[in-house]
């Protein structure tokens, strides 16, 4: 397994990676690895993700940027853009996708279409979307990937919100085309809406065993769109009504594996779920538990976009610096202040 320093909590802001190859360890979630693919992630947010790279790795690592990309993900002109890191050192590839960037790309993005309806090279169906922002952002991924210098490099693959979605389309597609065995790719996502349906689920879990969902709280993005309800379940008197997904249903989007539930805040320490209960991929005794009011989701955005204890995107416009501070979760609700929790400040 790559070891993780802890001291680096302690002594700086940087996290150390040090060198090895993937094992059987790396199956299990790692929160300091999340942490630091959190940076990360909330790097491709900025025009330039060199500070949050700097601030994640310590120099020794001899971390590079290689690739930056931004192409027309829509007729909007909405992008779909993140960037490549190489580490020869540790002989380590590690690609990162944006999340959602305007208010019109949030739309386009069919979270609350009512199935997926593209096929992904046979392994189920997916979002239209995201397929389409898939394919223009693929050739990137696989020119790092069929690099002479790097060739079997292992594979970090990461991203929040829509970057999430992209990155859960890349990985099992670097398996699918061969360009690297299932052991050799890692992916962590936050905030991933459902990228595909049920067979594209299962498709998924084979080919990416080493994959970690994590989501915070009452997270709205992870519940859309909305899978099939299993009907034939009654919620318990007093509960809020919900009912778990259909685990046999392919009509709507289903997860795939592995969620990490964060129930309450994500400071240092909090507690976590590793959500291995049924159904399958849809644990009902974690994220999807909770029913999701579609006529207030204020609360459900701001904990979208808070992973860590820091706001993602303005975290990483800020170059991942640590002495930024972030508003508390609002007290407000309504559609003014829905509105104002997508959004945020626009950069």
């Known amino acids: 397994m790559k ?28 929160e300091t690895e999340a942490r630091m693919l959190l940076n990360l992630a909330a790097g491709a947010y900025a025009s330039d993700a060199t500070a949050c790279v700097q601030r994640t790795f310590s120099s020794n690592e001899n971390q590079m940027i290689i690739s930056q ?63 389409k922002g898939h394919e223009k952002t693929w050739d990137y991924v696989a020119s790092a990937l069929n690099h002479t210098n790097y060739l079997n490099y292992d594979v970090y693959v990461t991203g929040h919100s829509l970057g999430g979605a992209l990155a859960a389309l890349a990985a099992p597609r670097i398996v ?11 992916i962590i996502t936050f905030g991933e809406p459902r990228v595909g349906n049920l067979d594209f689920s299962h498709g998924y879990d084979q080919l990416v065993p080493y994959s970690f969902r994590v989501t915070h709280a009452i997270d709205v993005v992870p519940h859309l769109p909305a899978c099939v309800k299993d009907l034939s379940y009654t919620p318990p008197a007093g509960s809020d009504g919900s009912k778990p997904c259909d685990p046999t249903s392919t009509n709507g989007g289903y997860h795939h594996a592995m969620e990490i539930w964060y129930p309450g805040n994500m400071t240092q ?46 975290f990483g416009k800020g170059g991942c610096d640590p002495s930024m501070t972030f508003a508390g979760p609002p007290t ?6 829905l509105v104002s929790s997508v959004l945020g400040k626009r950069k």
């Open 176 to 186: 699918h085309e061969g360009l690297r065995q299932s052991q050799q790719v890692k």
């Open 69 to 131: 990309f931004s192409v027309k993900c829509d007729f909007f002109g909405n992008p779909c853009a993140g960037y490549i890191i190489v580490s020869e050192v540790l002989q380590q590839i590690t690609v990162v996708f944006r999340g959602t960037k305007t208010n019109s790309q949030l739309l386009l993005e069919g979270w609350t279409t009512l199935k997926p309806s593209a096929d992904f090279y046979g392994i189920g169906l997916v979002n239209t979307y995201f397929k």
């Open 269 to 314: 320490g909090s507690q976590y779920m590793v959500c291995t209960g049924l159904p399958r991929d849809e644990d009902f005794s974690c994220s999807d538990a909770p029913k999701v009011d579609l006529n207030d989701t204020t609360l459900g955005v701001w904990d979208h976009r808070n992973y860590f204890g820091v706001e993602v995107p303005d």
């Open 3 to 30: 070891t993780y320093s802890l001291l680096a909590f302690l002594l700086s802001t940087q996290l150390i990676w040090v060198s090895a190859v993937f094992t059987s360890e790396d199956a299990q979630y790692n």
């Open 332 to 337: 407000k609700t309504g559609i003014g202040a």
